[in-house]
């Protein structure tokens, strides 16, 4: 059938994906004259300037992106670190940049493709029941539950855009990236970005610099931690195909993050336990009689020092004082979501009830300090049943390609880092809000860090669709097609 005999929707269509890039380029063109002549009509203003300067760019990114879309998340984590201002303040950097690639990716399926389509992985359906969760507690929550007004709006929706957002990066990890080097490009230029805070805070004269160029959200964000240990580690131990001073340099960032984490931040648990953890459950998994040997020495070490270590985990900083706190919180919480269990009392709510029940003595509002019980006080029982199931199947999927995964290379030095970084993610929950920032605790500025473990799960199910595609095509070589 020859193109003119296709109903104009058809032909639209086909028109968009052939001339994709010459629509690109006019948006461009076009945008640079419109900025010009804004320009000219209204004079020399910073403002004015700066989105004369800014619209060709990112006309010119958007052509980039819908070209190329896992650069887009290798722009995450490079502006998520290093690019201190926020774009919008309220907002934050890391979130404004993960909901313009969410923009991008629906508009490339809505207008350029006219097709939705999801790659088939048994980790999307709880996250899918979780935003359609979500927004009923949303819609529960504007029920009148306590005598006093709710969180206002821009808060509940900011608590929405969190868990919206933090899903969809998963999701268009999944689905975008489709060839390992970009999976290599994302990782390494989170472990480059990584070094470059780690070895900076370590050398005094460059502890200012550091100061300057990095947003203080990452250095205070548990999970870039909890990821920067296993995945560099299992990159240095596991994929062989590094040259040996790569390794090396892999292996000291390993140790300097360890370094920095148990030594001058060792107050701060969730700096040094929950990175533990995942070095721990990745050497188990890829060296187990090397684990083995660790654990038992290292627990012997911790036995002739346990009441030393108990006086440094309890009653170094608050520890203390934070652990009674959070122990009481969680007790009314609890109390306080008695009235709505199954969808909580919506996004951003529970804070503004907790002042009509007491703490310590004290009436004022407060936040739990901890993912999961945020997680039900927001979306109640079916958000954390959505949550967990999640988990569940992440694992589930973590632990089968640990079993298939080519020997050797990246891939297998990725997924070992990654299991850990699971298990460790999910564990570091009962610290904090680490991984769904609360918007009136971490913030949504915390995003800078919080969608790290959402970026490199997405790449799981990325791996899962390249062995695939890769198996099929074996198995056509094979039948002669």
Known sequence: MHITDLHPTHRLQHWLQKNRLLLLRFLVVAGALLGSVAFALYGLSLKLTLLVVATPVVLVGTAVLLRWPPLGFVLLIVASHVFKMEVIYVIGTAAVL??????????????????????????????????????????????????????????????????????????????????????????????????????????????????????????????????????????????????????????????????????????????????????????????????????????????????????????????????????????????????????????????????????LGWYVQFNSHNQYVDIVAQTGILGLICILWFAWEILRLAWRLHQIVPKGGFLEAYVYGTLGGIVATFAAGMLGDWFLPYVYNATIRAMRTSLLPWIFMGGLVAIEQMLLARKEASGQVASGK
């Open 98 to 359: 993960a909901s313009g690639l969410t923009a991008l990716w629906l508009f490339d399926m809505a207008i350029i493709k006219r097709q939705f389509s999801m790659v088939k992985s048994r980790t999307t359906a709880p996250l899918f029941l979780f935003v359609l969760v979500t927004i009923l507690a949303f819609i529960n929550g504007q029920l009148p539950w306590y005598p006093v007004t709710p969180a206002p709006l821009n808060g509940q929706f900011g608590g929405i855009l969190i868990l919206v957002i933090s899903v969809a990066v998963y999701l268009m990890v999944a689905n975008q990236v489709r060839d390992e080097r970009w999976l290599m490009a994302i990782v390494f230029m989170f472990i480059l970005v990584g070094a470059g805070m780690i070895f900076g805070r370590m050398i005094p004269f460059t502890l200012r610099l550091v100061m300057m160029v990095y947003s203080q959200q990452v250095a205070s964000g548990g999970m870039f931690w909890t990821w920067i240990v296993p995945l560099s580690f299992t990159q240095a131990v596991f994929n062989k195909t590094l040259h040996i001073r790569w390794r090396a340099a892999l292996m000291a960032v390993t140790l300097g993050a360890l370094y920095i984490s148990l030594g001058p931040a060792r107050a701060w648990v969730s700096g040094w336990l929950p990175p533990l953890v995942a070095l721990m459950v990745a050497l188990w998994v890829g060296m187990p009689r090397q684990a083995f040997m660790a654990t038992l020495f290292g627990g012997l070490a911790v036995l002739t020092q346990i009441q030393s270590l108990m006086d440094n985990l309890l009653y170094i900083g608050d520890n203390s004082y934070s652990e009674t706190t959070r122990l009481e919180a969680w007790r009314i919480i609890g109390e306080i979501v008695k009235i709505s269990p199954l969808l909580g009392l919506g996004p951003a709510n529970y804070s503004y009830y907790t002042q009509l029940f007491p703490i």
